[in-house]
């Protein structure tokens, strides 16, 4: 049930909930993309005394989105960033590894042969790969974000109530990362799907999650700006495709 308060109150309720939970895992490791989730989850580390390192895939033969954001952040908090670059030649190691994990129905999930699954899973791959290469004891993923905090562009079309039903659906729906984090042994921490998390996000006002701007993950953002991070507050949705430039990988009936 969602509570009316003011935004800014519940702003700083979720960032302590964060905090509280990332004394449940400490992990030293964190998927890092620059955008607004996975810089809030590092944001919440550095609050707790923790920095984790970061994981960053790069598309070499692709316009990687995430990456002047990734240093911008990483600069700022002196953390170490492992950059895992992807080439032509790997990509068909790296889609073998994903299918192995998830089967193919699931991975056709838009309908268009796997292409736009692909381009994103093969990001997640490389990077909790790597991770498990690196021994991390466990890595944060920004899984939830655009589920919980209503980062899909579709979802801010929606009116009140259907806005809450498919958020409360989509919350505990398939996540393509957490699948392959456990198909490859790697323990994935999605810390906006945890469960104290998730009892603070459902009671936040819609309004402080879809902005007068038609702006999605407003209270994310609010964080963000209230620390200084307007950059990053700024960003608009960026896929894992698009951030690690694997959209190049293939062509989507959607891409045209």
């Known amino acids: 049930m969602r509570i009316p308060m003011p935004c800014n109150i519940y702003a700083e309720k979720l960032f302590n909930v964060l905090m509280t939970s990332i004394e ?7 998927a890092l993309s620059g955008g607004i989730d996975t810089s809030l989850i590092l944001l919440a580390n550095i609050s707790a005394g923790y920095k984790p390192r970061g994981y960053t895939a790069v598309y070499r033969q692709g316009l990687p989105k995430d ?5 911008h952040i990483a600069k700022l908090f002196n953390i170490d960033v492992k950059y895992i670059y992807i080439d032509q030649g790997d990509i068909d190691n790296l889609v073998s590894g994903v299918i192995g994990c998830i089967d193919r129905d699931r991975i056709d999930s838009h309908r268009d ?3 736009i699954e692909i381009r994103n899973d093969i990001v ?8 498990k290469r690196d021994g991390c004891r466990c890595i944060y993923t920004g899984s939830g974000g655009d589920e919980v905090f209503a980062g899909y562009s579709f979802l801010l079309k929606l009116v009140e109530k259907e806005l809450e039903e498919t958020i409360n659906r989509l919350a505990y729906g398939r996540y393509p990362e957490l699948e392959i984090a456990k198909c490859i042994d790697v323990k994935a921490v999605a810390l906006l799907l945890d469960r104290e998390v998730l009892d603070t996000a459902f009671k936040i006002p819609i309004n402080c999650l879809r902005s007068e701007k038609m702006q999605g993950k407003e209270i994310l953002r609010e964080i963000l700006r209230s620390r200084d991070l307007h950059v990053i507050g700024q960003r608009i949705k960026t896929p894992a495709e698009d951030g690690a430039g694997t959209v190049s990988v293939c062509r989507s009936i959607y891409d045209y």
């Open 124 to 131: 997640f791959y490389s990077v909790l790969r790597e991770a």
């Open 24 to 30: 449940k895992y400490r992990c030293d490791c964190i």
């Open 67 to 71: 990456l002047v954001y990734v240093n």
């Open 113 to 115: 042969g796997g292409c």
